[in-house]
């Protein structure tokens, strides 16, 4: 692992909200960039962002929206929002592209640093770490230091000091120093749909000598991304939501 990574995640055919991402990333002084899956979903631009997170030729993880985008049907549990996406989605990916997709692996580790897209507390399936018990869960299967993930939406660093000890939590704000000791969890927010309240495109740069985190929140076109997504027949509230960062 190079001396700062990027680490971007549930970016959901965004395209405006990417390309702000990247143009932010080749700004800084990073080596890698990590990419933690949900590609596709909820928006429209399926094909462009499809393709310039392949050009990158980074590590990819897979995201739930991402597999559910290649399977036959929609998982039953996705609601009618998220439905609508998984299916415009899939409509829109190439042979190449669902190939690419199922090969792609759910966690990854690079250096004694752990990336999932969701939790490593299940292995098949992608709970959500939204309490301090979904933490403790994670963590029971955590082995290394360091994890990322993604998936919830909202910008979170979790701690456990001790193994099976109490977990407490931080919200993901610009720079924070990671602990020595104990595990860490970083949930680096989403690129493309936000749900922390702030409408701003989200991802996390890891600088190893420093030892911290860098939440970074970057501005994009999102009446153009809105208006993408109305013109493609798309939930309205898929579009609205993205100016409440909810």
Not at 138 to 155: D, V, Y
Not at 206 to 221: G, H, K, N, S
Request: proline fraction near 6%; glycine fraction near 8%; hydrophobic fraction near 40%.
């Amino acid at each position: 692992m190079q001396n700062a990574i990027a680490v971007i995640s549930d970016i959901h055919s965004n395209f405006e909200a990417l390309t702000a991402v990247l143009d932010d990333v080749r700004l800084q002084e990073v080596q890698q960039v990590v990419c933690l899956g949900d590609i596709v979903g909820y928006a429209s631009s399926v094909q462009s962002c499809m393709r310039a997170v392949r050009e990158l030729g980074c590590p990819v993880l897979m995201g739930n929206h991402d597999e559910a985008a290649c399977l036959p049907a929609p998982p039953k549990d996705f609601n009618d929002t998220a439905t609508a996406g998984v299916v415009f989605a899939s409509a829109r990916l190439s042979e190449s592209d669902r190939a690419w997709i199922t090969c792609l692996p759910r966690n990854l580790e690079i250096d004694g640093v752990v990336f999932t897209h969701a939790s490593l507390a299940n292995s098949f399936g992608w709970p959500y770490i939204i309490s301090p018990e979904d933490a403790r869960r994670h963590f029971a299967n955590q082995t290394t230091h360091l994890a990322f993930c993604g998936h919830t939406h909202k910008p979170m660093v979790w701690l456990q000091e001790s193994p099976g000890g109490q977990v407490t939590q931080r919200t993901g704000k610009e720079v924070m120093p990671l602990p020595p000791g104990g595990k860490v969890l970083v949930n680096v927010g989403a690129v493309g749909q936000p749900r922390d309240g702030d409408t701003r495109a989200c991802y996390v740069i890891y600088r190893l000598e420093q030892a911290t985190v860098e939440f970074r929140r970057v501005e994009y076109d999102i009446k153009r991304t809105k208006r993408k997504i109305i013109r493609a027949g798309l939930p309205r509230f898929t579009a609205q939501r993205l100016s409440l960062g909810r």
